[in-house]
C-alpha cells in the first residue's frame, strides 16, 4: 500500500512538473529570454544622413513613387512607424498607396492606402490601438505595425502620392532582422484593400423587417468581399469601415469564409457583423481590445455615420489549404446601401492571386456625411407622399 501510495506521489509531482515546464513553454514572453546567435537587427529610416536634424523624406509630388525599404537576402520586418505632413484633413492618407514585394515579386504582396493599412479610416485621424497595428498620439498621426513580415531573396517597399498635393514630410522607420535562413514553413505577409457603395435590394433597405417580410441569402454572391485568395495560408485579420446614410443598424449582415471551393454554407458561417467582431446588440461605443474592437463610433442619430471596427485573429487563423473567399453582408440579405472599406491581412505561400488594380483617387473618395438638411429634405418628400397634411407627425404607415 505504501509503495502504491509512493508511485501515485511520484506520478503527481512527475505531471506537476511537466505541466509548468509545457505552460513555461507556451509562456508568450518565452521568446525574449532567447539568445538568437544568426540574427542581425537592423534599420532603414529617414534619417538625415548629413548628421543634421532633417530626419525625413521632403516634397514627395503629386503622381511620384519613392522607395523607402529595399534590401537583399533573408530577414523579417517586425516593426514600422511612420508620420507624414502635413496631417488630415490638410492631406489625406487615404491617397498615399502602400505597396511591399517579397522575394523579388512583379506584383505587390501588399497594397493598399497608408491609412486604411494602418487603422485610420476615410482621411480622419484618431487615436487607435491593436496588437499588431496603432495609430498613436498625437491625434493618430503616428502609424505603427508589429506585423511580422517575412522574405527569403529581398525586400522592397514603396509608396505613392496621390493626393492631388505635395507631400512636405514623410518620416518613417522599418525595423528588421536579417538571419542567414529563414526557419521553415513561413508564410509572406499580405494585405488588400476593398471598397464598394453596396446596392440596396429593389424592394427596398428593409432591415429588421420594417417593410415587410425579409428575402434569404442562400448563396453568399452579392456580399461584399473581404479577401479572394488562392494558395495555402492562413488569414489573419481584417479592418472594416463602413458609412451608413441611415440611423437604421448597419451590422445584421452575417460574415462567411469560403475555404478551399467550398459552396454556401461556408464552413464558418456567421450571426451578424457584430458578432464576427466579437461585440453584441449592436453596439455603439468605443473599445479597444489588443484582438478586437471600435477604434470610431459615429456620434450622429442611430448608426448614421462612420464606424470602424477591427478584428485580428491572432489565437484562431483562418486556415485555407488552396483557397479562402471571405465575404459578409451588408444588411440582412445584402439589403442596405453602405460605403464600405476594408483591408484584409493573411500568410500564405507565394505565388499569390494578383491584386485587382486598386481604385482610383476618385473610387476611393468616402462619401459626404448626411445632415441635418439632408433628413429634412427626406420628411418634405415624405410628406407629400402622404397627401402634404397639416398634421403630419412621421410615424403615419398609411396615406391620408
Known amino acids: 500500500m505504501r509503495f502504491r501510495r509512493v508511485l501515485t506521489t511520484l506520478a503527481v509531482v512527475a505531471t506537476t512538473f511537466v505541466a509548468g515546464q509545457a505552460q513555461i513553454l507556451e509562456n508568450p514572453l518565452l521568446n525574449l529570454a532567447k539568445i538568437h546567435t544568426d540574427a542581425r537587427s537592423k534599420r532603414i529610416s529617414s534619417y538625415d544622413r548629413s ?12 503622381g511620384e513613387r519613392r522607395t523607402l525599404f529595399a534590401v537583399s537576402g533573408a530577414g523579417m520586418i517586425n516593426h514600422i512607424w511612420i508620420t507624414i505632413a502635413p496631417p488630415p484633413p490638410k492631406l489625406s492618407r487615404n491617397d498615399i498607396i ?27 485621424s484618431y487615436n487607435f490601438a491593436s496588437l499588431p497595428l ?29 493626393t492631388g498635393q505635395t507631400i512636405n514630410a514623410f518620416y518613417y522607420y522599418i525595423d528588421y532582422v536579417e538571419v542567414d535562413k529563414l526557419p521553415a514553413n513561413m508564410g509572406r505577409f499580405h494585405a488588400w484593400y476593398n471598397k464598394e457603395v ?51 443598424w448597419y451590422g445584421e449582415g452575417d460574415d462567411m469564409f469560403f475555404i478551399d471551393g467550398e459552396q454556401w454554407p461556408s464552413s464558418l458561417h456567421g450571426t451578424g457583423t457584430e458578432d464576427y467582431f466579437n461585440t ?11 484582438f478586437y ?25 483562418i486556415y485555407f489549404q488552396k483557397s479562402l473567399r471571405f465575404s459578409i453582408e451588408h444588411g440582412h440579405n445584402n439589403n442596405l446601401t453602405l460605403d464600405m472599406a476594408t483591408v484584409a491581412y493573411w500568410y ?23 445632415g ?24 403615419e404607415t398609411s396615406p391620408e
Not at 435590394?201 to 473581404?226: C, F, H, M, R
Not at 499569390?352 to 462619401?367: A, N, S, V, W
Request: proline fraction near 8%.
Open 51 to 62: 548628421g543634421g536634424n532633417n530626419d525625413r523624406m521632403e516634397k514627395i509630388q503629386d
Open 98 to 124: 502602400v505597396r511591399m514585394y517579397w522575394d523579388g515579386s512583379a506584383n505587390p504582396c501588399v497594397e493598399s492606402p497608408i491609412g486604411p493599412f494602418f487603422g485610420q479610416g476615410w482621411d480622419e
Open 134 to 162: 496603432a495609430a498613436g498620439p498625437r491625434e493618430g498621426r503616428a502609424l505603427v505595425s508589429y506585423f511580422v513580415m517575412p522574405f527569403s531573396d529581398g525586400a522592397r517597399i514603396e509608396i505613392e502620392n496621390d
Open 198 to 248: 453596396t446596392e440596396a435590394l429593389p424592394d427596398g433597405e428593409n432591415e429588421w423587417s420594417v417593410l415587410g417580410p425579409q428575402g434569404k441569402n442562400t448563396t453568399g454572391a452579392d456580399n461584399y468581399l473581404i479577401a479572394d485568395i488562392e494558395g495555402k495560408g492562413h488569414y489573419v485579420g481584417v479592418n472594416y469601415y463602413v458609412h451608413s446614410p441611415s440611423p437604421m
Open 280 to 290: 453584441s446588440w449592436s453596439p455603439k461605443a468605443l473599445f479597444s481590445h489588443p
Open 293 to 317: 474592437g471600435y477604434g470610431r463610433v459615429n456620434d450622429d442619430i442611430g448608426w448614421l455615420g462612420r464606424t470602424h471596427v477591427y478584428r485580428f485573429h491572432i489565437t484562431d487563423p
Open 348 to 370: 500564405q505561400n507565394e505565388p499569390h492571386k494578383q491584386f485587382p488594380p486598386i481604385l482610383d483617387r476618385e473610387g476611393r473618395k468616402p462619401k459626404p456625411s448626411i
Open 372 to 395: 441635418v438638411v439632408d433628413i429634412h429634405r427626406w420628411r418634405h418628400e415624405w410628406r407629400q407622399n402622404k397627401g402634404s397634411g397639416k398634421q403630419l407627425w412621421g410615424d
